[in-house]
């Protein structure tokens, strides 16, 4: 399936809640092929946010002096991003979770993921496509050296590469109050490759606030990717959400 011709784009071209029509057009072919979903709720908020992002990109788009084409053409890269891609990404992501949990984490995935620099891009065809020369891949239960972690991403630069996995864990695992231990409880090195972990409960509660740990998590790595390039200096190997880093740092 190209991208350019989704079954989900609309022949009419784009209005306000194009996007909304969507998700919902993809979260309705997805249960009818009987694959596990989250609630339609979680899909309608899904919805709203894409909408909001939309808006926000075209509005900015409007708003930039009639000399700034940089940003005229930036945002409406954003927003044609979402309507020629967003719709097969989820459908495609959340077949490969066949899970409603890690559906969550798709949908955000596809929607707000970012390495900081980048948006991030979703791989089907995990290895067929080829790397870019600079940004980030990801991709659902892809196997990394000796595990399988239930995402993968791959920060690109220049033929080099950083990897992060996410892993989600039991729903009776509680993570501890103390910061450092929390730290050391959360990530973890599996064959050199950092795993984020995030409890169910995190994932339903706030699978946004999930994605965006995992976007500073790749931040770090796509600053390390830069500082051996001589782009940018060398950053601290800390993977905490910024909340966390700015209580003892």
Same mark, same amino acid.
């Given at each position: 399936?190209?991208?350019?011709?989704?079954?989900?784009?609309?022949?009419?071209?784009?209005?306000?809640?194009?996007?909304?029509?969507?998700?919902?057009?993809?979260?309705?072919?997805?249960?009818?092929?009987?694959?596990?979903?989250?609630?339609?709720?979680?899909?309608?908020?899904?919805?709203?946010?894409?909408?909001?992002?939309?808006?926000?990109?075209?509005?900015?788009?409007? !708003?930039?002096?009639?000399? *700034?084409?940089? /940003?005229?053409?930036?945002?409406?890269?954003?927003? =044609?991003? @979402?309507?020629?891609? #967003?719709?097969?990404?989820?459908?495609?992501?959340?077949?490969?979770?066949?899970?409603?949990?890690?559906?969550?984490?798709?949908?955000?995935?596809?929607?707000?993921?970012?390495?900081?620099?980048?948006?991030?891009?979703?791989?089907?065809?995990?290895? !067929?496509?080829?790397?870019? *020369?600079?940004? /980030?891949?990801?991709?659902?239960?892809?196997?990394? =050296?000796? @595990?399988?972690?239930? #995402?993968?991403?791959?920060?690109?630069?220049?033929?080099?590469?950083?990897?992060?996995?996410?892993?989600?864990?039991?729903?009776?695992?509680?993570?501890?109050?103390?910061?450092?231990?929390?730290?050391?409880?959360?990530?973890?090195?599996?064959?050199?490759?950092?795993?984020?972990?995030?409890?169910?409960?995190?994932?339903?509660?706030?699978?946004?606030?999930?994605?965006?740990?995992?976007?500073?998590?790749?931040?770090?790595?796509?600053?390390?990717?830069?500082?051996?390039?001589?782009?940018?200096?060398?950053?601290?190997?800390?993977?905490?959400?910024?909340?966390?880093?700015?209580?003892?740092?």
């Amino acid at each position: 399936m190209r991208h350019n011709e989704s079954d989900f784009n609309s022949p009419q071209g784009w209005h306000p809640g194009l996007l909304r029509e969507i998700v919902l057009a993809t979260a309705s072919k997805l249960s009818h092929h009987g694959i596990p979903l989250p609630p339609l709720d979680f899909y309608e908020a899904v919805a709203d946010r894409g909408e909001e992002i939309i808006i926000e990109a075209i509005a900015e788009a409007i !708003a930039a002096s009639h000399d *700034d084409t940089d /940003t005229v053409i930036a945002n409406i890269r954003v927003a =044609r991003r @979402f309507l020629e891609r #967003f719709g097969d990404d989820l459908f495609l992501a959340t077949e490969e979770t066949d899970d409603p949990l890690l559906a969550r984490l798709a949908a955000y995935l596809a929607l707000e993921g970012s390495d900081g620099y980048n948006e991030i891009r979703y791989q089907c065809a995990w290895g !067929a496509q080829g790397s870019p *020369d600079w940004g /980030t891949l990801w991709g659902v239960k892809q196997k990394i =050296r000796d @595990f399988t972690p239930a #995402f993968v991403l791959k920060v690109c630069m220049k033929g080099d590469f950083r990897w992060l996995g996410v892993e989600c864990h039991a729903p009776n695992r509680v993570l501890p109050e103390d910061i450092n231990t929390r730290v050391r409880a959360r990530t973890m090195i599996v064959s050199g490759i950092p795993v984020l972990a995030f409890s169910p409960a995190d994932v339903e509660k706030d699978a946004s606030a999930c994605v965006e740990e995992i976007g500073c998590a790749l931040s770090v790595l796509a600053q390390e990717l830069l500082a051996m390039h001589g782009l940018e200096s060398r950053p601290r190997l800390d993977f905490r959400p910024r909340g966390e880093r700015s209580l003892d740092d």
